[in-house]
C-alpha cells in the first residue's frame, strides 16, 4: 500500500471513525469517558511492531510507551512518568516490554555510526554485546547474532524495570503487578514469550542471571 500525501491518511482516518461507529455507536461515547487499560507496553518505536495492530485490540486497552529498541532507563522521566501513571493511576496488572527481530536500534550497535543521539541511546546495548561477545560471535551471521543480542536486550531491561523503585515499591505493597519479556518476529508475525511471569524480586533475580555478563572461562 502507498500513501501520497496527508490527505490520504486524514481521509483514512474518517473511514476508520466512520468504520468504528458503525460497528458500535456508543463508541466513542465509552471511550472518551475514560481509559481502562488492563497492560502497560514498553515497545520499540519501529514503524513494523505497532502493539494495538499485532494484539489486535481496539483502542483503549494498551498503554503505551515507545522508543528505540525499547529501553527501559532510570534516568529517562519520559518512561518513569509513564510507568507511575500506569502503575499507581491506571493499576495495570501488567507490563510488557517488547522487542523484535531484525531490530536496527540493536543492529545499531555493531556498527560504527556517526550518529550522536542514537550512539548515546543504545550504549547499554552496545555495553551487551560486549558482555555476551563469545556467545554472540558461536553465531553464524548478522542477523543471528542480531536477534539474540535483542533478546538479551529484553532480559536486561525487564531487570532494569524490576530494578526500579516505582515496580519493587509495588511488590512490596502487595500491588498485584507483573512483567513480561517478549519479542516479535518481523518474519510471521508472531510474539514469543522470553521469560514468564516476573512477578517478585525472586523471578528477578532469575532473569537477571540469564542476562549477565559472561564471566571469561565460563
Ligand atoms: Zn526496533
Not at 180 to 186: A, K
Request: glycine share 6%; aromatic share 6%; hydrophobic share 35%.
Amino acid at each position: 500500500m502507498e500513501l501520497n500525501d496527508l490527505e490520504d491518511l486524514l481521509q483514512r482516518n474518517i473511514e476508520w471513525a466512520t468504520s468504528q461507529k458503525d460497528k458500535d455507536s456508543e463508541f466513542f461515547v465509552t471511550t472518551s469517558k475514560e481509559q481502562k487499560p488492563k497492560y502497560c507496553w514498553i515497545g520499540c518505536s519501529d514503524s513494523r511492531v505497532s502493539p494495538s495492530q499485532i494484539l489486535d485490540l481496539p483502542p483503549g486497552n494498551i498503554f503505551v510507551h515507545r522508543n528505540i529498541a525499547n529501553q527501559v532507563n532510570a534516568n529517562d522521566t519520559n518512561c518513569l512518568s509513564v510507568l507511575e501513571y500506569a502503575i499507581y493511576f491506571l493499576e495495570v496488572k501488567h507490563i510488557i516490554v517488547c522487542g523484535h527481530t531484525g531490530c536496527g536500534g540493536v543492529e545499531s550497535s555493531f556498527k560504527k555510526q556517526s550518529s550522536k543521539f542514537i550512539n548515546l541511546w543504545i550504549d547499554n546495548i552496545l555495553q551487551l554485546s560486549i558482555d555476551h561477545k563469545r556467545d554472540l560471535d558461536t553465531l553464524n551471521c548478522t542477523t543471528e547474532r542480531v536477534d539474540r543480542l535483542s533478546e538479551l536486550n529484553i532480559l536486561s531491561q525487564i531487570v532494569n524495570l524490576g530494578d526500579l523503585n516505582l515496580v519493587k515499591d509495588a511488590w512490596t505493597r502487595n500491588i498485584d503487578l507483573s512483567l513480561h519479556g517478549w519479542i516479535y518476529s518481523l518474519s510471521d508475525g508472531l510474539l514469543h514469550d522470553l521469560t514468564g511471569k516476573v512477578s517478585s524480586l525472586n523471578d528477578l533475580t532469575i532473569i537477571r542471571s540469564l542476562c549477565a555478563p559472561q564471566i571469561s572461562g565460563d
